[in-house]
């Protein structure tokens, strides 16, 4: 049970923007412009980033639902899926480009302090292509996934048990995105 | 030096919302809601939350402003100033109401990760007054600066050295606000 009275069945963060719309309004627009808005990182690749963090915080149903969210950018094949799951078990190790994996190693950091991350870690990322622009969203998307894991968990907000169910939750999250109103929110009374 | 090519001179996360406007807005709009909209926390006791989480985090210039706001909004008299060091050296021990105490204690554990809060920590909240609201936004504050600080280091940013120039910051941050445009950027160029 939650610890406050949220509506019944309504997953994870869900039921705390509907509990508070003013300000879930800001929290959508974040996720939306960060994982969503326009990029030279794919939104594959910022899914990839929140799915990571959140799994380093153990957030469940962040990191399902985002896990989620990558795969269905990569087409939602299996094999994405398969590959997430991999990716978040070895971030450093991971199959994905180089430039990206500097970033996860950014990521790591931030997720865990922000004085984590040294010149060298901001040098490897450059080295491997990295903008100042993709440095920047990637230490926002480690620190915004690090206010949305200890929201959803701080609340002990309802979620889902079955893994499958967030892929529903991913495909809407992937393809219709985070800024819509409390009331039709993403996964509500799925 | 900042790990990213942020404007000088711009102290903290003035310099990161200015390098980033898309995303500033909405994070701009969520501290004004959560530390001056309508609520049945004072603003004091909102700051001073912000204030224990960032002093937790060691992120100096977030503490440090967000301490100078609590302590305008109490009056801003060189006891209001103490009065707030105080309380960050020692939350358990404040000398605040047994409700901010117990608030300040859920917010201590969220800082940690999420899962540490329990339903004794809210219970004991409960006991002492705190509605669910003030426990969802205690929850909140706690979450958004555990973004804020992570923000703020993870990127570099430049900060004052000496903690007297955070005065007028959050004389600002208290009785002008949050919402305003990168441009006008609170603290910006002082």
């Given at each position: 049970m939650a610890?406050?009275?949220?509506?019944?069945?309504?997953?994870?963060?869900?039921?705390?923007?509907?509990?508070?719309?003013?300000?879930?309004?800001?929290?959508?627009?974040?996720?939306?412009?960060?994982?969503?808005?326009?990029?030279?990182?794919?939104?594959?690749?910022?899914?990839?980033?929140?799915?990571?963090?959140?799994?380093?915080?153990?957030?469940?149903?962040?990191?399902?639902?985002?896990?989620?969210?990558?795969?269905?950018?990569?087409?939602?094949?299996?094999?994405?899926?398969?590959?997430?799951?991999?990716?978040?078990?070895?971030?450093?190790?991971?199959?994905?480009?180089?430039?990206?994996?500097?970033?996860?190693?950014?990521?790591?950091?931030?997720?865990?302090?922000?004085?984590?991350?040294t010149a060298?870690?901001?040098?490897?990322?450059?080295?491997?292509?990295?903008?100042?622009?993709?440095?920047?969203?990637?230490?926002?998307?480690?620190?915004?996934?690090?206010?949305?894991?200890?929201?959803?968990?701080?609340?002990?907000?309802?979620?889902?048990?079955?893994?499958?169910?967030?892929?529903?939750?991913?495909?809407?999250?992937?393809?219709?995105?985070?800024?819509?109103?409390?009331?039709?929110?993403?996964?509500?009374?799925?």
């Open positions: 610890h406050i009275a949220l509506e019944e069945g309504m997953p994870g963060i869900t039921g705390a923007f509907a509990f508070r719309p003013e300000t879930a309004k800001p929290m959508r627009e974040l996720a939306e412009i960060l994982l969503r808005g326009p990029n030279t990182l794919t939104s594959a690749e910022r899914e990839t980033i929140a799915a990571v963090v959140s799994h380093g915080n153990e957030c469940r149903f962040c990191q399902l639902s985002h896990s989620a969210a990558a795969a269905e950018h990569r087409g939602g094949r299996e094999a994405d899926y398969a590959w997430i799951e991999a990716v978040k078990a070895n971030p450093a190790g991971a199959d994905v480009s180089p430039k990206l994996r500097a970033l996860l190693q950014i990521a790591g950091k931030v997720r865990e302090g922000g004085k984590q991350v060298a870690d901001i040098e490897a990322a450059r080295e491997r292509g990295a903008t100042d622009v993709e440095i920047h969203d990637t230490v926002l998307i480690a620190a915004a996934f690090s206010m949305y894991n200890r929201y959803v968990d701080g609340l002990a907000t309802w979620q889902p048990e079955d893994a499958a169910s967030y892929r529903p939750m991913g495909k809407r999250m992937a393809h219709e995105g985070y800024a819509r109103s409390s009331a039709e929110a993403v996964g509500a009374r799925s």
